[in-house]
Structures are given as structure tokens and as C-alpha cells.
């Protein structure tokens, strides 16, 4: 794990370094978020990928901190029952989490853990279980997520990618809304399509997808930190608003 010398994890750069230009990005994220479609209650939004690795949950820390920033009430609930790592981004225990919930053991309430951040809130993975897909797949999981629209602005949900296990296509239907983060330079195009059809026909409402690591081929460290422009849906072509940020 990357752990920074002030205790804060490396990949929650918004935390660490709020005035870079990464974090920049990750604001952009955030308000192309807020304005990808006014009309909807997008209060809680899946984010997922096609792949593994491609940086769905430090995309999702860093887009929950920069939201808490501003002064939003923000749960971050990590259903990734699999690979979960919110824990590990913001040092906190995984003792009980989503999976506790789920099974009764706690209330959301006793789950929830306060982040170094203030107005973001975490619940953990909780212990992996052995039936990711069934906890999910439950009257309780839908239940977790109405209880959190009742005391949060946002909600981000992190998850597993889409095209290696069934848990995103379940959890799409149960949120508002759904992301898809793309690793610049390595996600193939028709994936990422086949990807978005999937969840589409799970009755996702597709938002648009966050194009990962997006790198600058200058020298000058600080413009490595590069971040791309935002595409609106016409220009995208695809359906998919496109919004950059790399570390
Ligand atoms: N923009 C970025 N710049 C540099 N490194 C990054 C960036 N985003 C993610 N990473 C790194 O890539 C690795 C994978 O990131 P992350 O765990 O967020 O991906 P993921 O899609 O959630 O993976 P998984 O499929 O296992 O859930 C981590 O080591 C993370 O620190
Ligand atoms: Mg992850």
C-alpha cells in the first residue's frame, strides 16, 4: 500500500494535494457528474470498468473527496466483495462493512466509518464473503442502498469490472446511475461498447465514462499530470461524456 509520510495513502491525491492539477481533474469529474444529467436523482452512482486495474476505485476516492470538498455529504459504499481496497485508500479498518450489513450483523449506522475528510463517510467491503454475486443479488442489498439515499448527498458505489463478474450488472440496476472508467492506452473501444450494452440491458442509466491515467509526454513533472477535456455526448459519439485524469 502506498502510504504517504503525513499517513494519508498516496492514491487519495485530492487529500494530499488538493491544488494539483490531478486534483483538478478529478473536480472536472465531479462537476461533469453534477451536470451530466440535471434531471436525474443522481445520488447514487455504480462505478465500474471493463477490466481489472483500470482504476475504478481510486477514480471513485479521489471523485468522493473532491465532492466532499464541496461540501457534500458523501458515503462512499465499497461493494467490490472481491478486491475491495476502500479500506486501504483511507487506512481504516475492514472489519465490518457492506457484507456485515448484508448479512445482518450490522446496522449501516454501526457499519459506517468516518474518513480523514470531512462529510465523507466509508463503508468497507466487510469480511469477503464466499457468495459475492447472491449477497448482492438480495432484498437487503437494495434495502442498504435506500437507507444511504436518506442520509447522503452522493453515494458512490465501487465494484468489481463488468466483464469478469456478474456483481456490476446487479448492482447497476439497483443505482441511478452508472460510470465506467477507461484505462487510457489499454481498454479496447469495442470492449468498453460491449460493456456499456451489457449494463444497459441490466436497466443501467448510463452517465459516461472517466478516462484513466491519461498521460502527458513532456518531461516537466508537473505536466505529467495532465488531465483531459470533457465530451459531451454528441461529440463522444457513443453515448459516453469522456473526462481525464491522470496520476
Ligand atoms: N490515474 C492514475 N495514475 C496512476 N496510477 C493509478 C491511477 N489510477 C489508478 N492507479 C493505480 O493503478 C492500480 C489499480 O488501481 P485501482 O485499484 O484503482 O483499479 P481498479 O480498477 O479498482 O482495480 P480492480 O479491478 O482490482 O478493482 C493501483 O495501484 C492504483 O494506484
Ligand atoms: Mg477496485
Given at each position: 500500500m502506498l502510504a504517504s509520510k503525513n499517513g494519508f495513502n498516496r492514491q487519495l491525491i485530492t487529500r494530499l494535494h488538493p491544488k494539483s492539477p490531478v486534483s483538478e481533474a478529478y473536480r472536472t469529474v465531479r462537476t461533469n457528474i453534477h451536470f451530466s444529467n440535471p434531471e436525474l436523482d443522481q445520488r447514487i452512482i455504480l462505478v465500474t470498468s471493463s477490466g481489472p486495474e483500470e482504476g475504478k476505485s481510486t477514480t471513485l476516492a479521489?471523485?468522493?473527496v473532491t465532492m466532499a470538498q464541496a461540501g457534500k455529504k458523501v458515503l462512499i459504499i465499497d461493494a467490490d466483495l472481491r478486491k475491495p481496497v476502500q479500506h486501504k485508500i483511507f487506512?481504516?479498518?475492514?472489519g465490518r462493512g457492506t457484507t456485515s450489513v448484508l448479512v445482518g450483523d450490522f446496522s449501516l449506522e454501526e457499519a459506517l466509518q468516518p474518513t480523514p475528510v470531512a462529510g465523507?463517510?466509508?463503508?468497507?467491503?466487510?469480511?469477503?464473503?464466499?457468495?459475492?454475486?447472491?449477497?448482492?443479488?438480495?432484498?437487503?442489498?437494495?434495502?442498504?442502498?435506500?437507507?444511504?439515499?436518506?442520509?447522503?448527498?452522493m453515494v458512490l458505489v465501487d465494484s468489481p469490472p463488468a466483464m469478469a463478474v456478474t456483481d456490476a450488472l446487479i448492482l447497476c440496476s439497483l443505482v441511478d446511475g452508472v460510470i465506467l472508467v477507461i484505462k487510457s492506452g489499454q481498454t479496447r473501444i469495442?470492449?468498453?461498447?460491449?460493456?456499456?450494452?451489457?449494463?444497459?440491458?441490466g436497466q443501467a442509466r448510463f452517465l459516461g465514462v472517466i478516462l484513466n491515467e491519461v498521460k502527458y509526454?513532456?518531461?516537466?513533472?508537473?505536466?505529467?499530470?495532465?488531465y483531459g477535456g470533457h465530451k459531451s455526448e454528441e461529440e463522444a459519439g457513443d453515448g459516453a461524456g469522456q473526462t481525464g485524469a491522470g496520476q
Amino acid at each position: 500500500m502506498l502510504a504517504s509520510k503525513n499517513g494519508f495513502n498516496r492514491q487519495l491525491i485530492t487529500r494530499l494535494h488538493p491544488k494539483s492539477p490531478v486534483s483538478e481533474a478529478y473536480r472536472t469529474v465531479r462537476t461533469n457528474i453534477h451536470f451530466s444529467n440535471p434531471e436525474l436523482d443522481q445520488r447514487i452512482i455504480l462505478v465500474t470498468s471493463s477490466g481489472p486495474e483500470e482504476g475504478k476505485s481510486t477514480t471513485l476516492a479521489n471523485v468522493a473527496v473532491t465532492m466532499a470538498q464541496a461540501g457534500k455529504k458523501v458515503l462512499i459504499i465499497d461493494a467490490d466483495l472481491r478486491k475491495p481496497v476502500q479500506h486501504k485508500i483511507f487506512e481504516l479498518s475492514n472489519g465490518r462493512g457492506t457484507t456485515s450489513v448484508l448479512v445482518g450483523d450490522f446496522s449501516l449506522e454501526e457499519a459506517l466509518q468516518p474518513t480523514p475528510v470531512a462529510g465523507l463517510q466509508l463503508l468497507t467491503s466487510g469480511p469477503i464473503p464466499p457468495n459475492p454475486s447472491e449477497l448482492l443479488d438480495s432484498t437487503a442489498m437494495k434495502s442498504l442502498l435506500s437507507k444511504s439515499r436518506q442520509g447522503f448527498d452522493m453515494v458512490l458505489v465501487d465494484s468489481p469490472p463488468a466483464m469478469a463478474v456478474t456483481d456490476a450488472l446487479i448492482l447497476c440496476s439497483l443505482v441511478d446511475g452508472v460510470i465506467l472508467v477507461i484505462k487510457s492506452g489499454q481498454t479496447r473501444i469495442d470492449i468498453v461498447k460491449d460493456t456499456k450494452a451489457l449494463l444497459e440491458k441490466g436497466q443501467a442509466r448510463f452517465l459516461g465514462v472517466i478516462l484513466n491515467e491519461v498521460k502527458y509526454s513532456g518531461d516537466d513533472y508537473r505536466y505529467y499530470y495532465y488531465y483531459g477535456g470533457h465530451k459531451s455526448e454528441e461529440e463522444a459519439g457513443d453515448g459516453a461524456g469522456q473526462t481525464g485524469a491522470g496520476q
